[in-house]
């Protein structure tokens, strides 16, 4: 067995008291401590016994990173209670909330709601992305497309309006009669 699979089981025994209610959260944080100093410390033996190994055999060095779902596991456990509070107020009860999966998929993609046509209390962020706080929409306005009926009704109201225009225009540009007027032959 090695470091990783050991991780993997500290991982899970805490998990388990955790859940149980058996471990409060300072002993919990001490034994993550623990486990992870004990996971850092394995991995960097590891890695130096490899680049050693590489530079005997004159090959390029390993690239050996740490597990990064194991680490996150590690973390959700510290954070065990903030992760599983089922609160739908927590954002306005806590200062610096912190959300599980599903909350945050709720909030960025509206995920996990039922459609009943009725929004409850999260909406995605993209909702609220481009409204201010005074309630204005900052977005950059974007012209939709028209329909076919919207087209052809414009269409038509543009061809009476030409007519109208087109009358308008040739009656003051047909012939006109001139009228004369006679400046010097005022009687009076």
Do not use: C, W
């Not at 706080?133 to 052809?152: C, F, M």
Request: net charge positive.
């Amino acid at each position: 067995m090695n470091y990783v699979d050991d991780l993997r089981n500290e991982i899970e025994a805490i998990r388990k008291e955790t859940r149980a209610g058996l471990l409060p959260r300072e002993q919990r944080l001490i034994r993550i401590q623990k486990a992870s100093d004990q996971y850092a410390l394995a991995h960097a033996t590891q890695y130096e016994r490899e680049r050693r190994l590489a530079e005997e055999k004159g090959t390029e060095r390993p690239l050996r990173q740490y597990d990064a779902k194991l680490l996150e596991q590690l973390a959700n456990l510290a954070l065990h209670e903030e992760l599983t509070d089922k609160s739908q107020y927590k954002v306005r009860e806590e200062e610096y909330p912190f959300l599980s999966d599903m909350q945050m998929a709720r909030r960025t993609e509206g995920a996990h709601e039922r459609n009943t046509g009725v929004q409850k209390g999260e909406a995605p962020f993209i909702n609220a992305e481009t409204i201010a706080t005074n309630g204005r929409n900052y977005a950059v306005p974007k012209r939709r497309k028209r329909s076919i009926h919207e087209d052809l009704l414009r269409d038509e109201q543009a061809m009476i309006r030409n007519k109208e225009r087109r009358r308008k225009y040739n009656e003051f540009t047909a012939v006109q009669p001139v009228i004369t007027y006679i400046m010097g032959e005022f009687v009076s």
